[in-house]
């Protein structure tokens, strides 16, 4: 790694946790339930890999009421 990018990894770390973090909480919870507010599950299942946007669209516009 170059020496600047020790710099970010501060940065970088949590950013990481947090994405990888959402998108596995919205893929189990696509998987584990039938409803939703708009779309699919093929289409959650997809959006859920798009960086941190995909799950929070999720959870923001695509989780059902329960």
Sequence with gaps: M???MMDFL???IPVIV???GLTLASLIHVLTHKTYRRGNRILWVLVSFISIIGPVLY???????E
Excluded: A, M
């Design 10 to 12: 501060p940065f970088l």
């Design 2 to 4: 170059p020496e600047n």
């Design 59 to 65: 959870f923001t516009l695509g989780k059902g009421d």
């Design 18 to 20: 947090i994405q990888v």
